[in-house]
């Protein structure tokens, strides 16, 4: 199974940016969809962003226009830039494979450290 190693979490902001890279152990070439998901405490993993084999993406609404996902398969590496950060994205997040469906991804994998994002106010 492919393992993943989210990084590039950090405090900063409002208004800021940050870009958290996934790097997998195996090639990621042939994985349906990568995704990039967040979690806070007490409440439920959410979807943030997903990209498809094809280069399709999904956003959830919340980051549509600042967050950007994209994967690089010679460096088996997805990528969550985010910008325009807000006080309500900080959070823990992942990054999975799976099977994408429509607007949504079923992730397959098992979840990892994650990496924190806190944003200030």
């Known amino acids: 199974q492919v393992q993943l190693a989210e990084s590039g979490g950090g405090l900063v902001q409002a208004g800021g940016s940050l870009r958290l890279s996934c790097a997998a152990s195996?090639?990621?070439?042939?994985?349906?969809?990568m995704g990039w998901y967040r979690q806070t405490p007490g409440k439920q993993r959410e979807l943030v962003a997903f990209i498809t084999s094809g280069g399709s993406t999904n956003y959830a609404d919340s980051v549509k226009g600042r967050f950007t996902i994209s994967r690089d398969n010679a460096k088996n590496t997805v990528y969550l830039q985010m910008i325009s950060l807000k006080p309500e994205d900080t959070a823990v997040y992942y990054c999975?494979?799976?099977?994408?469906?429509?607007?949504?991804?079923?992730?397959?994998?098992?979840w990892g450290q994650g990496t924190q994002v806190t944003v200030s106010s």
């Open positions: 195996k090639s990621i070439s042939s994985i349906n969809a």
């Open positions: 999975n494979f799976g099977l994408s469906f429509d607007s949504t991804m079923r992730a397959l994998g098992s």
